[in-house]
Structure formats: structure tokens, C-alpha cells
């Protein structure tokens, strides 16, 4: 007689109904990355099942349904691919994008400028690192000139740096992770050993700049001018690397360490 297909796998039934979040009380409700991580299951569970049960209805070799040996690890072999098949899939139409550092975000939203502040020209160091938190407002050098001064050591992060003039300004040893400075002039800054790490230079002006063993991790350059700057021993992300070396302004050499901008960042050939 006809070999015996086997039955279509059982069915799992939720007990438990996941309601949306707009249908649940406040004071139960799950935060948001438990519930994406709970409908992600219960989506894997839903494209998976049905993946699962289709099995009745496709063909079997005849010859695994022979061998009383090779009959349960064949049927096993393929559940676990079909299942495997279905949540891979519903978990990467569930995944979110990927998240994008300070330096790579395409638009910003900026308050606007405190004309009235006589003071907001100065270098302040925060007295917390990394932190707008240790300020009572938002940092704003918005349109200063702050050319020729000394931030040597201060902590400026999260400073909104851009549309101003900082040509010859020392940042020596300085903190600016995540600054805003884009469109502004940095012609002759020099960065030594500072921390510049998530910051846009969009359109700025830095030619003849100083990056000596500065953290440069997820800042980026785009359609500034790096022109005679160095880059000696900076620590440069990979993805940020790729895109500096194709900056057609990455050329010439630093008028004051006489190193190569080029071959400072470690790009080999034009770009």
C-alpha cells in the first residue's frame, strides 16, 4: 500500500490576546522596545506557522517515507527550516532602520539665536563631561566671532558652532563631542587631542586645520574644504574614512607641520 503522509503539524493557539497599545490601561502598558520585541514574536509566530503546516502539502521523497530511520529526521529537518524561514522573515520586515551617529543626520532643527544675550559670545566649559545638562540653556555660538581665542581643555560639547568664525581658535585638549558646525570658518584651528567625535563640518572652511591625534569617530566632512589639513595619528572611524578620502579638497599640506593632508588621513592615490 501508499505510504502514509503525515498529518499537518498542530496548530499553537495565544491564549493570551495582545491588544494595541492605545487599548491597554497606562499603567500597564509595556514600553515601547518590549512591545516592538513582543508584536516582533507574535508576527515571527504568525508567518512561521503557516510555513510550518504547508509541509502536509508538499511532496516527500518516497524514499525517506521508506526508511523507518530516515522518515523522522527528514520531516524534522524540514519543520525546522520552514519555521526557521518564517521568523527570519517576519523579523526582518519588522527590524527598524538603522540608527544614524550625530554627524551623519541630514537635517536639524535650531532655536533661534538670543540676540539679546551679551554674553553668549565666550567660551564656557561645562562642568560635566558631555553634558548640556550641567548649562541652564543651550550652548550658542551661533554667528560669533571667536577667531584667534584660546578653548584650550574646555568642554564645548553638544555646542551649536555653526555660521561663526573660529579661524586660529586652539582646541587643544578640548571635549566638543556632538557640536554643530556646519558653514563655519576653522581655517588654522587647531584640534590637538581633542575629542571632535560625532560633529558635522558640513561646508565648513578648514583649510590648514589641526587633527593631531584627535577622536574623530562618526564626524564628517561633507562638502568642506580640508585643504593643508592634518590628520596625523587621528582616530577616524572606517565609514567616515571611506567618505573623507573621496573629499576632493583632501589635498596639499599643513602650512604649519608641513605634513601631507592626503597622506595624513591614510587615503592612497587621487580621489
Same mark, same amino acid.
Given at each position: 500500500?501508499?505510504?502514509?503522509?503525515?498529518?499537518?503539524?498542530?496548530?499553537?493557539?495565544?491564549?493570551?490576546?495582545?491588544?494595541?497599545?492605545?487599548?491597554?490601561?497606562?499603567?500597564?502598558?509595556? /514600553?515601547?522596545?518590549?512591545?516592538?520585541?513582543?508584536?516582533?514574536?507574535?508576527v515571527?509566530?504568525?508567518?512561521?506557522?503557516?510555513?510550518?503546516?504547508?509541509?502536509?502539502? /508538499?511532496?516527500?521523497? /518516497?524514499?525517506?517515507?521508506?526508511?523507518?530511520?530516515?522518515?523522522?529526521?527528514?520531516?524534522?529537518?524540514?519543520?525546522?527550516?520552514?519555521?526557521?524561514?518564517?521568523?527570519?522573515?517576519?523579523?526582518?520586515?519588522?527590524?527598524?532602520?538603522?540608527?544614524?551617529?550625530?554627524?551623519?543626520?541630514?537635517?536639524?532643527?535650531?532655536?533661534?539665536i538670543?540676540?539679546? &544675550?551679551?554674553?553668549?559670545?565666550?567660551?564656557?566649559?561645562?562642568?560635566?563631561?558631555?553634558?548640556?545638562?550641567?548649562?541652564?540653556?543651550?550652548?550658542? @555660538?551661533?554667528?560669533? &566671532?571667536?577667531?584667534?581665542?584660546?578653548?584650550?581643555?574646555?568642554d564645548?560639547?553638544?555646542?551649536?558652532m555653526?555660521?561663526?568664525?573660529?579661524?586660529k581658535?586652539?582646541?587643544?585638549?578640548?571635549?566638543?563631542?556632538?557640536?554643530?558646525?556646519?558653514?563655519?570658518?576653522?581655517?588654522?584651528?587647531?584640534?590637538?587631542?581633542?575629542?571632535?567625535?560625532?560633529?558635522?563640518?558640513?561646508?565648513? &572652511?578648514?583649510?590648514?586645520?589641526?587633527?593631531?591625534?584627535?577622536? @574623530?569617530?562618526?564626524?564628517?566632512?561633507?562638502?568642506?574644504?580640508?585643504?593643508?589639513?592634518?590628520?596625523?595619528?587621528?582616530?577616524i572611524?572606517?565609514?567616515? @574614512?571611506?567618505?573623507?578620502?573621496?573629499?576632493?579638497?583632501?589635498?596639499?599640506?599643513?602650512?604649519?607641520?608641513?605634513?601631507?593632508? /592626503?597622506?595624513?588621513?591614510?587615503?592612497?592615490?587621487?580621489?
Amino acid at each position: 500500500s501508499a505510504p502514509r503522509r503525515p498529518s499537518a503539524l498542530p496548530l499553537v493557539v495565544v491564549e493570551n490576546t495582545v491588544l494595541p497599545p492605545k487599548m491597554v490601561p497606562e499603567e500597564t502598558r509595556p /514600553r515601547t522596545s518590549a512591545w516592538r520585541r513582543s508584536t516582533a514574536v507574535v508576527v515571527a509566530l504568525v508567518v512561521a506557522l503557516p510555513c510550518a503546516t504547508s509541509l502536509s502539502h /508538499r511532496p516527500i521523497p /518516497r524514499a525517506a517515507l521508506d526508511s523507518p530511520k530516515s522518515r523522522p529526521a527528514a520531516l524534522v529537518s524540514a519543520a525546522r527550516g520552514a519555521v526557521a524561514a518564517g521568523a527570519l522573515a517576519a523579523l526582518a520586515v519588522w527590524a527598524p532602520p538603522a540608527a544614524l551617529a550625530d554627524g551623519q543626520t541630514a537635517k536639524f532643527v535650531l532655536p533661534p539665536i538670543d540676540t539679546a &544675550d551679551a554674553t553668549r559670545c565666550a567660551f564656557k566649559s561645562s562642568s560635566m563631561g558631555q553634558a548640556n545638562a550641567a548649562r541652564d540653556k543651550l550652548y550658542d @555660538l551661533r554667528q560669533c &566671532d571667536m577667531s584667534s581665542k584660546n578653548a584650550e581643555g574646555f568642554d564645548l560639547s553638544g555646542a551649536i558652532m555653526s555660521d561663526a568664525d573660529f579661524t586660529k581658535t586652539s582646541f587643544k585638549d578640548a571635549q566638543l563631542s556632538k557640536a554643530y558646525a556646519r558653514y563655519s570658518k576653522f581655517v588654522g584651528t587647531d584640534f590637538t587631542n581633542a575629542v571632535v567625535d560625532r560633529v558635522t563640518f558640513e561646508g565648513s &572652511d578648514l583649510k590648514g586645520a589641526i587633527f593631531e591625534n584627535a577622536v @574623530l569617530t562618526g564626524t564628517t566632512f561633507d562638502a568642506a574644504d580640508v585643504e593643508g589639513a592634518d590628520f596625523s595619528d587621528a582616530f577616524i572611524g572606517d565609514f567616515e @574614512l571611506k567618505k573623507l578620502c573621496k573629499n576632493p579638497t583632501l589635498k596639499g599640506e599643513n602650512p604649519k607641520t608641513g605634513n601631507p593632508t /592626503r597622506e595624513s588621513v591614510g587615503c592612497g592615490g587621487p580621489p
